[in-house]
């Protein structure tokens, strides 16, 4: 099975000679590796070519951020499984092996990602994915060893390969027929939580997205916009509504999203309790770009919204919140 793993990079020269090594040095064998370029403006792709004259380079003419990104360089890569990896990802020997796996033995498998530890601390998940994507009702998203801010300690919880409902962005295998079949990442989202709605289309197709305890990278997370950044916050919370918008079923499109403006009101008050008010007025940005694009985003609903079952429980926030809980295993 012929895997490319594609570097998304934009003026990320220190990044790569950080953490490209770990990537050529466990992949080379099982995998061509790519740098696609957003129209860097530093020396990153001289210093690639100097250094790793193995890894083929991809030039995008713009940034046109994750999404775009990708969507224009994988047009120039042939291959059967597509990995696409964020630039501050430290991976590990053998990690491509269980998930080739996977995708040999099960052709309805879409989409994988691999555990993900916090680089920074290699004992606990990193945010970004951890171990494995769902979301609740109102389309509020979480993983397995991150609920919110809170990361669990990896004691092997999540060492098994299971079903998930979103792979992270940082580090996600998808199927190039399934990729081009569902169009790519939908542009509009710019960034984050464009491998949501992907996946969730992908599911709407009735296609599996899994996650693979058996292969580890270690993720930085934060690398291009900090968590504490106001325009995280507005890309977030504007791109999980036109995910709903999008991928919901019929029968609860208005109900839910009605309620989520509800509860997105209350993480406003909740930030300008905490004295966050750039983050407030991120929010309420957020819901006016949806306002401005709802039509848009209406039309662009597939023809297969049928799946009730989207969600794994019902609120992550009452549950998180109200009822203190923090382990993804106290649930329910």
């Known amino acids: 099975?012929?895997?490319a793993i594609v570097i998304l990079n934009w003026n990320g020269k220190k990044l790569l000679e950080q953490f490209l090594p770990s990537v050529v040095n466990y992949s080379s064998k099982e995998a061509e590796v790519y740098v696609a370029d957003n129209a860097s403006t530093d020396d990153s792709i001289s210093f690639v070519k100097e250094h790793f004259p193995t890894v083929k380079i991809v030039q995008n003419t713009e940034n046109g951020g994750y999404a775009k990104g990708y969507n224009d360089a994988l047009q120039h890569i042939e291959a059967d499984v597509f990995c696409l990896v964020n630039s501050d990802i430290e991976v590990t020997e053998n990690w491509l092996t269980p998930i080739i796996d996977v995708f040999s033995r099960e052709e309805n498998t879409a989409a994988i990602q691999p555990k993900i530890l916090d680089y920074k601390d290699k004992t606990?998940?990193?945010?970004?994915?951890?171990?494995?994507?769902?979301?609740?009702?109102?389309?509020?998203?979480?993983c397995r060893g991150r609920l919110f801010d809170h990361l669990e300690t990896d004691n092997g919880?999540?060492?098994d390969t299971s079903?998930?409902?979103?792979?992270?962005?940082?580090?996600?295998f998808i199927r190039s027929s399934v990729f081009k079949e569902l169009q790519g990442f939908d542009e509009d989202f710019f960034a984050h939580q464009e491998e949501i709605d992907?996946?969730?289309?992908?599911n709407n197709k009735g296609y599996d997205i899994k996650y693979v305890g058996t292969s580890t990278v270690y993720h930085v997370g934060g690398?291009?916009?900090?968590t504490l950044n106001p325009r995280k916050t507005y890309l977030n919370f504007r791109n999980s509504l036109l995910s709903l918008l999008k991928n919901l079923p019929t029968s609860k499109l208005f109900s839910v999203i009605f309620l989520r403006l509800v509860l997105d009101g209350l993480a406003g008050v909740k930030f300008l309790i905490e004295l966050k008010p750039k983050h407030l007025f991120a929010i309420?940005?957020?819901?006016f770009s949806f306002y401005k694009n709802f039509f848009k985003f209406l039309k662009k609903r597939g023809a297969s919204n049928k799946s009730q079952n989207y969600f794994f429980i019902k609120s992550v926030v009452w549950q998180y919140y109200a009822l203190g809980r923090k382990l993804f295993r106290d649930l329910k």
């Open 223 to 226: 690398a291009t916009l900090d």
């Open 163 to 172: 079903k998930i409902f979103w792979a992270s962005g940082a580090c996600f």
């Open 284 to 287: 309420l940005k957020a819901h």
């Open 198 to 202: 992907l996946c969730w289309r992908a």
């Open 157 to 159: 919880q999540f060492d």
């Open 124 to 142: 606990k998940f990193e945010y970004a994915g951890a171990g494995g994507g769902f979301i609740d009702a109102f389309g509020y998203p979480f």
């Open 1 to 3: 099975m012929k895997t």
